[in-house]
């Protein structure tokens, strides 16, 4: 089944705007990382958390293993920020990564 | 910093014949290498996650036999697919983390294309 389940499946911004990504898992994540993948398919490291909140630019991301949930924040959207998004939750007592279905970003003018 | 990468970058290939791809570490000892398959609909299906000194661990629907992985170093790891067909197409990644480093790090992907 499906371990992470993640939202919106796509969402459009305008310039300077923000808004939430999130990722609910249905088991117990020992962490969870947040990815921007390019129009070439890299898959860029945006966070990595086992707890807590990171920050980075405009870009934040929190981790609630208990509540089993992670969001990340985009605020002041830049044209620059369109992509795909996906978060990766590692399985506790695992070692495996399951990744969410992604959220498609477009940010307009 | 911790970099992956992958080679090669894409390959087309005809129904039933091969396509290895291959991950190398730069920075960080590969102390498990994960390998996934994203489908054309942008899904991730995890393939196998392979440790060193441990045996390779396929999740359901992937087989050695179609996806032999190799890991003889903690700097790289390769990946076949055994007779590909037209279900195989899709971006394989590679995902390396190091004994002391909890993040993935992936290469650019080998993407598959099946005549």
């Known amino acids: 089944g499906d371990q992470v389940e993640q939202s919106p499946s796509a969402l459009s911004l305008h310039e300077g705007t923000g808004s939430a990504l999130r990722c609910n898992f249905t088991?117990?994540?020992?962490?969870v990382q947040w990815f921007q993948q390019n129009s070439r398919g890299s898959l860029i490291n945006l966070f990595y958390?086992?707890?807590g909140t990171k920050e980075n630019g405009r870009l934040k991301s929190t981790f609630n293993s208990k509540e089993s949930y992670s969001t990340l924040h985009i605020r002041d959207a830049q044209l620059e920020d369109s992509g795909t998004y996906f978060c990766?939750?590692?399985?506790?007592?695992?070692?495996?990564?399951?990744f969410g279905k992604g959220t498609s970003l477009t940010v307009i003018p | 910093g911790a970099l992956v990468y992958q080679y090669p970058r894409r390959t087309i290939c005809k129904s039933g014949t091969s396509m290895r791809m291959e991950c190398q570490a730069v920075?960080?000892?590969?102390?498990?290498v994960a390998w996934y398959r994203q489908s054309p609909q942008k899904t991730f299906e995890l393939i196998a996650l392979?440790?060193?000194?441990?045996?390779?661990?396929?999740e359901q629907n992937f087989t050695q036999e179609k996806f032999p992985i190799s890991h003889p170093n903690l700097s790289f790891s390769s990946m076949t697919v055994l007779n590909a067909y037209l279900e195989d197409r899709g971006l394989y990644l590679c995902?390396?983390?190091?004994?002391?480093?909890?993040?993935?790090?992936f290469g650019e992907g080998s993407k598959l294309t099946v005549l």
């Open positions: 990766a939750a590692e399985e506790t007592g695992y070692q495996n990564f399951y």
């Open positions: 088991t117990t994540m020992r962490a």
């Open positions: 958390l086992a707890s």
């Open positions: 920075g960080f000892q590969a102390t498990s």
């Open positions: 392979s440790t060193v000194n441990s045996a390779i661990k396929y």
């Open positions: 995902g390396a983390r190091g004994q002391n480093t909890g993040q993935l790090y």
